[in-house]
């Protein structure tokens, strides 16, 4: 009975799904991991790099990380050829919105506008939905650093650390354990039991205290271990950009050089060493 809607992505099955879209998002699973974490001073993502063939030329730019405006970047997990039609939207929206209004344009707008191109190819027919998910990385003066992620439904949301690719439920479980962990030991639990009798109201996640740009980078790399299959994670085999503000207050775009991300596993691994040791 499936089998009659699988061909369209505009009509719903007897049980209320989009077959297409969720094929879509099967693909996102099968494509190289990417994770986001918001830091208190930037946001960093970290991606894994598919070595197709060592023959292969390197490319002068990244396949996985885009610059979109001067305030906003984008990290993709599934298709490139579709996503490359969606940054095309993003920085054209983010360009106009700059040249009539003189102001860059909020973040959350931004991404509202490429999701909603995004669900317009569910809607209607002779159309297939994008295979392809984003996290967004931006910052603005109204919220500051910022972390999004949307899915070829349309659907986005905010988040403080995440991951979307292969592996992303491992990747997640890692980060809920380990995103903010120092600040819930020194409180003796987790949110739930640091809460008191006068804030029953409040937001668990806002006990977390958020890692820095290095601790995030350190964190980005545990996650890729988890989740990338087969050997860890090498400098040649993933990719971590930083955003970040100058002493001007105008974001700094970097993706780490293989000296610098050789650094920063050689931190993990001893840090993971030291642990196993205790």
């Not at 209320?16 to 993502?45: D, F, P």
């Not at 984003?134 to 650093?145: I, P, S, T």
């Amino acid at each position: 009975m499936a089998r009659r809607y699988d061909s369209s992505t505009t009509t719903f099955s007897p049980e209320g799904r989009l077959h297409q879209v969720e094929y879509a998002i099967e693909a996102i699973n099968n494509a190289g991991t990417s994770v986001g974490i918001l830091a208190k001073n930037g946001v960093v993502m970290a991606s894994e790099k598919k070595i197709t063939s060592g023959l292969l030329a390197q490319a002068r730019t990244s396949e996985k990380t885009y610059k979109l405006c001067a305030h906003a970047t984008c990290s993709v997990a599934g298709l490139t050829a579709d996503a490359n039609i969606l940054i095309d939207q993003a920085r054209l929206r983010a360009a106009r919105y700059y040249y009539q209004y003189q102001e860059p344009i909020p973040i959350e707008n931004l991404v509202e506008h490429v999701c909603n191109y995004k669900q317009a190819y569910t809607q209607y027919g002779g159309l297939r939905p994008f295979g392809v998910a984003f996290l967004f990385a931006g910052y603005d003066e109204a919220h500051g650093f910022q972390l999004y992620q949307s899915d070829p439904s349309g659907n986005y949301s905010g988040w403080k650390a995440t991951v979307i690719g292969a592996n992303n439920q491992a990747g997640k479980s890692l980060l809920k354990t380990e995103y903010g962990v120092s600040r819930r030991e020194e409180g003796g639990g987790d949110g739930d039991e640091m809460k008191t009798d006068d804030d029953d109201d409040a937001d668990p996640s806002d006990a977390i205290e958020m890692p820095d740009v290095a601790e995030a980078c350190r964190l980005a790399v545990k996650v890729l271990n988890k989740t990338m299959d087969g050997a860890a994670a090498s400098a040649e085999k993933l990719e971590l950009f930083t955003m970040t503000l100058d002493e001007n207050g105008k974001c700094v775009h970097k993706i780490l050089s293989r000296e610098e991300a050789k650094a920063v596993i050689a931190e993990v691994d001893a840090e993971t060493a030291s642990a196993g040791d205790t």
